[in-house]
């Protein structure tokens, strides 16, 4: 997971701002306005450099919805329409994630498939504007995320494994997609790809699973090769 600021209430967008002063009390809920939800959503994904704000895969408008960090719970929270309180998380629509063949028509999800927020639910996870968030996490080149080995107060280690499992970011999917970052990363740099090359940001966007390029850089660094 990568750290991202925190966004201040001055970064929201205009429509945003006016919609919540002509609707005073108002809940995320009564947010129908196409115009302004589009215009909040596109500020995140510009903020979080076109990556999930959890397991960093590539997003766009569509293949993404707003995640609370502090969950709605139903609108009993206060913070449904706190800009710091959002960003974007990957995965539009969770029901194309259900198992066609369930013979119950209750919509069981496949569980090798869904993750980050539509699978987080109202459990808790670290937040990615939390300073923590990065170094909670090792990237090993299975392509599994992993408790920090490192990690020795108890409550981060709590926090680190409630996140992985509550995110499920190990399900196949994404430690597929790792793996193959983690060696294409080390293939480069055996070709004498400069690590900063690898990682760079190009027109506003970062690479998908940076966290994981960077991890296996540090690794191919400390380590001559591998």
């Not at 215009?39 to 994904?45: D, P, Q, R, V, Y």
């Not at 995965?91 to 259900?98: G, M, N, S, V």
């Not at 966007?205 to 191919?220: G, I, M």
């Amino acid at each position: 997971m990568r750290y991202i600021p925190k966004p201040e209430r001055g970064d929201e967008p205009a429509q945003f701002s006016r919609w919540k002063r002509g609707h005073p009390g108002a809940k995320y809920s009564s947010l129908h306005n196409i115009r302004v939800k589009s215009a909040l959503k596109e500020s995140f994904i510009k903020r979080q450099k076109y990556l999930c704000c959890y397991c960093e895969t590539r997003i766009s408008f569509d293949n993404s919805h707003i995640e609370h960090i502090e969950p709605q719970l139903g609108g009993l929270s206060e913070k449904t329409l706190e800009y710091s309180n959002m960003a974007v998380s990957c995965i539009k629509d969770p029901k194309k994630f259900e198992n066609p063949d369930d013979p119950s028509g209750i919509g069981i999800v496949r569980d090798g498939w869904l993750h980050c927020g539509h699978a987080r639910g109202p459990l808790p996870a670290v937040s990615p504007y939390d300073e923590r968030c990065e170094r909670l996490f090792a990237y090993s080149f299975s392509g599994e995320i992993k408790v920090n080995p490192e990690l020795g107060d108890p409550e981060e280690i709590r926090l680190a494994q409630e996140t992985i499992d509550n995110l499920r970011l190990n399900v196949p999917t994404l430690v597929s997609l790792r793996n193959l970052v983690m060696f294409e990363c080390v293939k480069a740099l055996d070709r004498g790809v400069p690590a900063e090359a690898i990682l760079r940001e190009i027109n506003g966007r970062l690479p998908p699973f940076v966290s994981s390029a960077a991890a296996a850089a540090a690794a191919f660094a400390s380590n001559g090769n591998l």
